[in-house]
Structure formats: structure tokens, C-alpha cells
């Protein structure tokens, strides 16, 4: 049973004879799933067949084939697992909001169920469904471990004030779904051309798939117990090393909904330290399996249990943090979403000399003065991601070397959301606020061209990690 605080009615009323769909869209999995999960209770209890849709838009805020060929693999495995269950899986190309209605018709779907997001674009999209079905629309918060909206009623300032909001509700909220259960009956359509569908992308090509980058359900719970077993040990103490290989790298699969938040908080928090396992041996009865958020009374395991909690605060706090202030600021991607003490900040050192001017092409072609800063865009060029650290210092210099904060703030969300796998997430959104105009930060002392946002350098680099390494596995 579904916790009814997920759910949005967004157009009420009885459902009618006929299947229950899911209008599957930013939780692009079939474990793990409430949406799903509730499509399928409710298409139980009627006796109704439960199908599945995924509308694939021609454009997508700036996504190229990068982004693209991540999102058609990944659902390529959605497809199967779905069909191995029973559950009919179509994949709709065109208008998003067009198709879905158009399909709600021609199956004689009795009830349509969502996902949700805090972005523009899908609210859009659901309020031209809701405005043009006739049959009741639900939407689920399948992405977050608090639902969004309950979460808070108000954009938030900081993570100071979100935090007690979030851990107040997390009890109720983080716990393993159940399983999808077949469906008896199920029928399941042909399956997709894939290789029809992406030749017909009209997309932008000019940024190619990441090699060596799996996508789908498979390589996210893979990619999640190598980080449990590689990188979390010394998380807390190495997440800011680029070099060190800590960071959990799932932010891909977070974002297109490979896998669950609330799958990754409770991976985590069930593990135990390497050194306790080794030491008592997996048939401890104490060596592993049940909730631990206590230290074990080991240094290492004390160490253990810090790195728990510091890439729990980014996963569930950091990251719920983001959601809500896209949910809640209807100027989330845009410039004047910051705070007023911030724009008025900057726009005081708007005619402050720039150390170094550069336009678009020059971030982009990673050709600026700075050997690190032209590492981590290489980094993103070439791998679809920047470490964390780096992210910050990458967006704090762009900043610095563009004639306005504005242009700043376009830049780095332009480049971001163009190469990044993750991009076009509401983290993406907060990152670069963060970083350009002092978002869920405090003024800080006045310096030319940041006024009091934050500032960063190349020295503070060279306190927590090896740049020489940085730049040289760059290439
Ligand atoms: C300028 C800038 C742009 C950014 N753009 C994006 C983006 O497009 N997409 C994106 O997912 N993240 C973005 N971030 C946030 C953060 O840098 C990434 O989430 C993180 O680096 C992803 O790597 P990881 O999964 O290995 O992180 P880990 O350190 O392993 O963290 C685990 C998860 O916690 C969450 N998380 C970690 N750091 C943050 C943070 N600072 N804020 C919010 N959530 C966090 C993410 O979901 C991440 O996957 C941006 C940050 C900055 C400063």
C-alpha cells in the first residue's frame, strides 16, 4: 500500500472500466517504484490490465544524443523487465501531452498515473493532460524518499532549515517497496524497434554517448554496491579528492530514476564496515543485515559510520533540498530565482576588472589560462560528469571570468545541462546557483567580482588534493 501522502489527485473522480496506465517519465525503472506500485494495486483490485507508456519528446531542454542514448537504453531494460512481469510496455514519440491523451483514448484507460517533478516543463505537460482526459490522473512521488510536497510548503533557505523538516518524516517514509509481483493475464504489446526509434531522433548529435557508461536498473545496483564496497569506507574523509575515487558516481542513475534514493539510503545504512565484516566473519549473527546507524565501537567503524552519515546528508538532505527549491521558486533555472541580497551583491561588482574575460565557446572549448579549470571541463566533456569539488570550483570561475554574473549563470547551466549525464536536474539548477549567486549560502566577506558569494581558488584545490594528478589524468 502506497503511503497516500506520495499522491497528488490531479484530476479527481472514479476511475472508469478499462486499463490502468502509468505514464512512466522521470522514474525510469520497474523495482523500487511507488507510481508503478500504485498502478499496479489499483489495476489489481479493479481486474483491470496495467500498461506502461513513455512518451519521448523530440527536444528536451538542450538534452543531446549523450542524454538521448542514456535514456533509450536504460528503457530498452525497462521494456523487458516490464514484459517478464507481464506488463505491457509502450513507447510513444511526438508531443508528450498529445500522445499520452491521444493513447488514454485509443486504450480506454480507466485511471493514468504519474511520476513526479518540480520542473516546469513536466508540470506543463500534466496540466494540459489533466485539462484534456476525462478520467482520473494521480501523480506519485516516485523520485524522492520525503515526498516533495510534503516536505515543505516553502522554499527553504538552507539546508540548516530543511534538515529537521526532512529527518522529521524520514522514519515514515524510508523503507524498502515490496517487489513488483507478475501480473496474471498480462498482455504485452510487440515489442519496440528500438533501433527504428533512434534513427528517427531529430536530436543534437554533436555530443556523443559516454563510453563505457551502462545505464538501466542492472548497472545502477552494481554501480551502488561497488560504491558500498570501494568508496563509502572513506567517503567522508575523501569526497572532496577528485583523484580518490570515494564519490558513489550514481547521480546519472538518480537522475533519469535507474534507481531509488530511498534503494541507496537503506544500501547504505545496512552496510557494515569491511574491516568488522573481516574481523567477525559473515556468520556473525551481528556482521551485517540489520539497520545500523551506531558506530560498532571500532575506529574503523566509527569511520565507517561518519562516511554513512556524510553521503546521507548529500543523498537525502542535499539532494530533497534541491527538489524543493525547484518546486517552490518558479524561477529555479533563471537568474533572478536568487536571493535579493545576492543580485544586489553582484550587480555592485559588475564593473569590477576580471582578472580574465571569456565568452561560451572558450569555456566550452576548455581553452581558458587556467590548466584546472581546463581539466574538469575536459573531465565533463569526456566523461559526462565533474567530481563534486571540482563542479564547485568549475562554476565559481566561470563566474569570475564572464563580463556578468547573468552570462555566468547561462554559461554554466548551458554547459552543464549540454554535457553532463546528469544535467537538467534539479541539482544542476541549485549547483549553479550555489555556486553563481550564493543560493542556500550566507553572504560572505566582499571580494571584487564575487561581491559576497562564496570564493574559491586554486590554493584551496591544492589543500585537498593532488591538482598536478587532477590535470594530468584529464588528459
Ligand atoms: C555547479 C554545479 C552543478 C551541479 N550539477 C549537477 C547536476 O546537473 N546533477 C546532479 O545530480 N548534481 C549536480 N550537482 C551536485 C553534485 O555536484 C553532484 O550531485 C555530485 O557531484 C554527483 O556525483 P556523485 O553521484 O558521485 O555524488 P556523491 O558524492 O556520491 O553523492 C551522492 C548523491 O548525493 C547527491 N548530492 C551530492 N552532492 C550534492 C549537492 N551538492 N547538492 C545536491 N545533491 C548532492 C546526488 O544525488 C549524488 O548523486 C552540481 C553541483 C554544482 C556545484
Redesign the pocket.
Known amino acids: 500500500m502506497i503511503d497516500p501522502r506520495c499522491i497528488t489527485e490531479l484530476r479527481g473522480g472514479e476511475a472508469s472500466a478499462g486499463p490502468i496506465l502509468y505514464w512512466m517519465s522521470r522514474d525510469q525503472r520497474v523495482e523500487q517504484n511507488r507510481a508503478l506500485l500504485l498502478a499496479r494495486e489499483r489495476a489489481v483490485a479493479a481486474g483491470e490490465r496495467l500498461l506502461v507508456a513513455f512518451t519521448l519528446s523530440p527536444t528536451f531542454i538542450g538534452a543531446t544524443l549523450r542524454h538521448y542514448d542514456f535514456m533509450l537504453r536504460g528503457l530498452e531494460e525497462t521494456e523487458e523487465r516490464l514484459g517478464r512481469l507481464g506488463i505491457g510496455f509502450v513507447l510513444l514519440e511526438g508531443d508528450p501531452p498529445a500522445e499520452i491523451v491521444r493513447f488514454v483514448l485509443s486504450s480506454g484507460a480507466g485511471l493514468l498515473v504519474t511520476d513526479y517533478s518540480p520542473l516546469r516543463i513536466s508540470r506543463r505537460w500534466k496540466e494540459s493532460v489533466r485539462d484534456a482526459v476525462a478520467i482520473p490522473f494521480l501523480e506519485v512521488d516516485a523520485h524522492n524518499i520525503v515526498p516533495c510536497l510534503l516536505a515543505s510548503p516553502k522554499q527553504e533557505w538552507a539546508a540548516r532549515t530543511f534538515r529537521p523538516k526532512v529527518n522529521r518524516l524520514l522514519g515514515e517514509f524510508l523503507r524498502p517497496l515490496p517487489p513488483v509481483e507478475p501480473v496474471e493475464n498480462g498482455t504485452v504489446p510487440e515489442p519496440t524497434d528500438w533501433e527504428a526509434v533512434r534513427s528517427r531522433l531529430t536530436i543534437d548529435r554533436s555530443v556523443g554517448p559516454v563510453p563505457g557508461m551502462e545505464p538501466g536498473e542492472a548497472a545502477a545496483g552494481e554501480r551502488l554496491r561497488r560504491?558500498i564496497r570501494e568508496?563509502l569506507p572513506s567517503?567522508a574523509e575523501r569526497?572532496n579528492d577528485p583523484n580518490a575515487g570515494a564519490?558513489?558516481?550514481?547521480?546519472p542513475y538518480?537522475?533519469f530514476g535507474h534507481i531509488w534514493?530511498g534503494e541507496v539510503a537503506l544500501g547504505v545504512m545496512n552496510s557494515r564496515s569491511p574491516e568488522v565484516l573481516n574481523s567477525r566473519g559473515p556468520e556473525d549473527p551481528s556482521g551485517g543485515g540489520e539497520l545500523s546507524l551506531f558506530g560498532d565501537g571500532t575506529a574503523q567503524a566509527e569511520a565507517f559510520e561518519a562516511s554513512k552519515a556524510s553521503?546521507l546528508e548529500?543523498?537525502v538532505v542535499?539532494?530533497e533540498?534541491?527538489e524543493n527549491y525547484c518546486a517552490r521558486n518558479p524561477l529555479y533555472d533563471s537568474f533572478e530565482g536568487l536571493a535579493q541580497w545576492a543580485r544586489q551583491s553582484l550587480a555592485e561588482h559588475d564593473a569590477d576588472p576580471r582578472e580574465a574575460l571569456y565568452g561560451r565557446e572558450e569555456f566550452e572549448q576548455a581553452s581558458t589560462h587556467d590548466e584546472l579549470w581546463n581539466a574538469a571541463q575536459r573531465e565533463l566533456v569526456r566523461t559526462g560528469?565533474?567530481?563534486?569539488y571540482m563542479?564547485?570550483y568549475?562554476?565559481k570561475k566561470i563566474l569570475e571570468w564572464s563580463p556578468s554574473p547573468r552570462e555566468a549563470f547561462e554559461t554554466?547551466l548551458w554547459l552543464?545541462?549540454r554535457y553532463?549525464l546528469?544535467?537538467?536536474?534539479p541539482?544542476?539548477y541549485?549547483?549553479?546557483a550555489?555556486?553563481v549567486g550564493g543560493l542556500h549560502d550566507r553572504p560572505w566577506f566582499e571580494r571584487p567580482v564575487y561581491g559576497k558569494i562564496r570564493y574559491m581558488n586554486e590554493a584551496g584545490c591544492r589543500r585537498k588534493f593532488d591538482v598536478r594528478r587532477y590535470i594530468g589524468r584529464q588528459g
Open positions: 560504491f568508496g567517503y569526497k564519490a558513489s558516481g550514481l547521480s538518480l537522475h534514493a553521503f548529500e543523498l542535499r539532494r533540498l534541491s560528469t565533474i567530481h563534486g563542479r564547485m568549475w562554476a554554466a552543464n545541462d553532463a546528469d544535467g537538467r536536474d541539482n544542476g541549485v549547483g549553479v550555489w555556486a
